[in-house]
């Protein structure tokens, strides 16, 4: 391990291995299969690039996505790592010149996509090459019991059997129930292997569940506080996607968009445009995301509801992968539910075992949304780990957490629903309450009603969304008809007896990381240096990097090696740059004793 600790020091930056790392490295270099369930941001990819600088010959990773491939392996030969990749983006040309360099023995990181295994030239690369290791990143692609499943996975352990001398085979991910796990064993056929379990929790990520907001309202609030930070807003539709990206446009935010109808080309510039910072955020479907290796994302707002929590956990891992405070914040609405049965019931696939599957996990999520419990620990059960009550940090445990008693509010709702025989929906009944003189409360003589006009101070808007909390937090339901009409529950009716309490919680908007002169410039030094590299600003230094020169302010060589994420190499390319902003800071804000960059 003496030299995996020389390569993690002098090529990466960092002192020591995080949780987990030396292990796995110590066993893939011992020659064991592994299966590594390791949380996203854990440094998953060290695992496998550290033997693969050390084993003789080449390591191929299998990996699902071309954007991530491209940015792994920008990383690695900025920071003097011999990789390349193959995939659909390469032409033919360029092609034959890669496979003819690796066989050459130029790169030791070989980086492909699961559909390029069986075509001609990676059989050369087979039969003329040594292939040491194979790395299977996001490994739970192999499993139709997953929520990413891809069928070329199931490839793989055909591809492994044409291979001369049967290399180590390491696979990787951050999401695997135990079914998953098993069919990962299954599938790829590894053999013994030696199995990483390191948790799922990230202590840095905070959850919250908000039921009923004004969405679009909160939204354009979050990201106006938070304007300078990276953020990722998912959306259950291309439809909605498109409203709530046009709905940050028109207040002059700079936004991308992603989703499946757009072409491939458009796809590309549109998450170019955050990988590269030149967008702050991105409003995406769930066909966002997956390897995508931004390390400065700083919060994800699902927009709307996931089918699964093994997607909602992916999806909100997006954040703080360079472990800094970040956000995960779900607006949860009814209509989501409704939504996403909608989509299982539109696919192909009618086995009805399957089916079930699905809509039994699109149940966890939903209960999800409306537990009273520690967050946290509901999902870290989910994937069978024990956690204590309380975490501090998620809505149902922080004390930033705003808990509003709203009872008498919820009974007035509810009373004008009783009233009204539970015959209207919610536009009528907001109709009511707010004391409205139209045609249909005239006809059916809701003026009469004692309910009506109790909340005529209110905005029917206001009045409508707090309807929508109160069917969110189970008190009212709405009927699936063509005119969906409401109804009370035996937990409303405890309401309107005064047996139950309806308390609501409220986040208070506010920047998620404070305003730092000095790291506004490192940021802004840090975007300008990867524009002229063409690569994304976090592979440079990432925030964490950055947040420690901040803090011990180094301005001489030995100094900058001890900062976390600075090696040998990336100290050459750019310390003294960083070094001559930092130098100039503590000029202007009065330091002294400032050691010189020679020493």
């Not at 011992?30 to 084993?55: H, N, R, W």
Request: a neutral charge; proline letters at 3%.
């Amino acid at each position: 391990m003496k030299q995996a600790r020389e390569l993690l020091k002098k090529i990466y930056g960092y002192e020591s291995f995080r949780e987990g790392q030396e292990d796995v490295i110590s066993a893939i270099l011992e020659g064991k299969d592994c299966l590594v369930i390791m949380p996203t941001g854990g440094g998953k990819s060290i695992c496998y690039q550290i033997p693969g600088l050390i084993f003789e010959g080449i390591t191929l990773v299998i990996s699902p996505l071309i954007s991530l491939m491209k940015d792994q392996v920008d990383s690695l030969v900025d920071m003097g790592i011999p990789a390349t990749l193959i995939n659909s983006t390469v032409s033919a040309t360029e092609l034959n010149k890669r496979v003819t360099d690796i066989i050459k023995g130029k790169y030791k990181l070989v980086y492909v996509a699961p559909e390029r295994l069986d075509s001609p030239l990676m059989m050369d690369i087979v039969h003329r090459c040594k292939i040491s290791h194979i790395a299977i990143d996001e490994a739970h692609c192999v499993s139709q019991w997953g929520h990413d499943f891809r069928s070329a996975y199931l490839t793989i352990h055909e591809f492994i059997c044409k291979i001369p001398i049967k290399p180590i085979v390491s696979a990787f991910t951050a999401t695997a129930t135990p079914h998953v796990k098993e069919d990962i064993i299954l599938q790829i056929k590894l053999k013994d292997p030696k199995l990483f379990l390191y948790g799922y929790d990230r202590n840095n990520l905070q959850y919250y569940v908000l039921k009923g907001v004004n969405k679009k309202q909160f939204v354009l609030e979050y990201v106006t506080k938070n304007i300078t930070e990276s953020g990722i807003i998912y959306c259950s539709t291309r439809k909605e996607t498109e409203n709530v990206y046009e709905l940050l446009i028109k207040k002059g935010v700079k936004a991308a968009v992603y989703h499946a109808g757009l072409t491939m080309n458009q796809r590309k510039t549109q998450q170019e445009q955050f990988l590269y910072d030149r967008a702050s955020i991105i409003v995406a479907t769930n066909a966002f995301g997956m390897g995508i290796d931004k390390s400065n994302v700083r919060y994800i707002i699902h927009y709307n509801m996931p089918e699964n929590i093994e997607a909602y956990y992916q999806e909100a891992g997006r954040a703080g992968r360079d472990g800094e405070m970040s956000e995960c914040i779900l607006l949860f609405s009814p209509q989501d539910v409704q939504v996403r049965r909608y989509l299982i019931d539109q696919l192909e696939e009618k086995d009805s075992t399957y089916l079930s599957h699905r809509y039994e996990k699109l149940q966890q999520m939903t209960h999800y949304c409306h537990i009273t419990t520690c967050l946290r620990k509901h999902i870290l059960h989910y994937f069978g780990e024990e956690y204590p009550d309380h975490c501090g940090k998620c809505s149902n445990c922080s004390d930033e957490i705003i808990k509003e008693d709203v009872t008498i509010d919820a009974m007035k709702v509810i009373s004008c629903v009783l009233r009204m025989k539970e015959r209207f929906g919610v536009a009528t009944v907001a109709e009511v309450l707010k004391g409205s003189n139209n045609k249909k409360v005239k006809q059916n003589r809701f003026e009469q009603l004692s309910t009506y006009g109790l909340l005529k101070t209110w905005s029917l808007s206001d009045i409508k969304d707090f309807i929508s909390r109160l069917i969110a937090d189970g008190y009212l339901i709405q009927s699936t008809d063509e005119y969906p009409i409401l109804c009370v529950t035996h937990l409303g009716r405890a309401v309107i007896k005064k047996d139950v309490q309806v308390i609501h919680n409220q986040l208070k908007v506010r920047e998620i990381a404070p305003a730092d002169k000095l790291f506004e410039r490192l940021r802004e030094l840090r975007r300008r240096l990867a524009s002229e590299a063409g690569l994304p600003p976090y592979t440079v230094f990432p925030d964490k990097s950055l947040r420690e020169m901040c803090q011990f302010l180094p301005t001489y060589k030995a100094a900058m090696l001890k900062i976390n994420g600075v090696g040998e190499v990336k100290y050459e390319k750019y310390g003294a740059l960083f070094i001559d902003i930092i130098q100039g800071y503590m000029i202007e804000e009065g330091y002294e004793n400032i050691m010189p960059l020679s020493l």
